[in-house]
Nanobody
Framework: QVQLVESGGGLVQAGGSLRLSCAVS????????MGWFRQAPGKAREFVAT????????SYADSVKGRFTISRDNAKNTLYLQMNNVEPEDTAVYYC??????????????????WGQGTQVTVSS
């Protein structure tokens, strides 16, 4: 059973920074493509970023490109999302996800097998 646990969310002022972490159980983490998604109240789940199994490939939503950075540490079974210059529009519950189907990661939530419980990020203006 694969479990994902996010942490690092909280309240931050616009223009500030936050780093989210996602701890993943199991020995197969280094083979999974990983992703971050978010969901704001009343809105659909939205792709944020994805990273390949070895970290060599990343892809970002246009809304966060240049501000957010996805990374991973396979030795620690941990995924990260560094959020810089945050905006009120970034307010949402952030979820990490793992896919055993695509080692390159994916932008579609349908590709992902495993999900965390989410962590709230609130950006004040």
């Amino acid at each position: 059973q694969v479990q994902l646990v996010e942490s690092g969310g909280g309240l931050v002022q616009a223009g500030g920074s936050l780093r989210l972490s996602c701890a993943v159980s199991g020995r197969a983490f280094s083979t999974y493509g990983m992703g971050w998604f978010r969901q704001a109240p009343g809105k659909a789940r939205e792709f944020v970023a994805t990273i390949s199994w070895n970290g060599d490939m990343q892809s970002y939503a246009d809304s966060v490109k240049g501000r957010f950075t996805i990374s991973r540490d396979n030795a620690k079974n941990t995924l990260y999302l560094q959020m810089n210059n945050v905006e009120p529009e970034d307010t949402a519950v952030y979820y990490c996800a793992a896919t055993s189907v695509s080692g390159r990661g994916a932008r579609s939530y349908r590709i992902y097998d495993y999900w965390g419980q989410g962590t709230q990020v609130t950006v004040s203006s």
